[in-house]
């Protein structure tokens, strides 16, 4: 499952390449991109992706990334 998901105050590309490259190491996640120019996010997973997942997701962009926000 793909889903795409504005972000909010992400400040920095490299701040994104960290986030982007911190998600990606999530066991469920198949692929995970963040986009600076475009303040996206695209996440591939194996499994549904849920509000569960989805905060965990926002607690690993939280620690690189304070002010971030997830929009979902």
């Known amino acids: 499952m793909t889903k795409i998901f504005k972000l909010e105050e992400l400040d920095c590309a490299n701040c994104a ?3 982007e490259a911190a998600i990606n ?3 469920e996640v198949e692929s995970a991109t963040v ?3 475009t303040q996206k996010l695209t ?3 194996t499994n549904e992706i849920t509000d569960d997942f989805m905060k965990s ?3 690993v ?3 690189i ?3 971030c926000r997830i929009l979902y």
Do not use: L
């Open 65 to 67: 990334e304070p002010d």
């Open 17 to 19: 390449a960290k986030m």
């Open 43 to 45: 996440i591939t997973c």
């Open 57 to 59: 997701v926002a607690k």
């Open 25 to 27: 190491k999530m066991p």
């Open 35 to 37: 986009s600076f120019m």
């Open 61 to 63: 962009c939280k620690k």
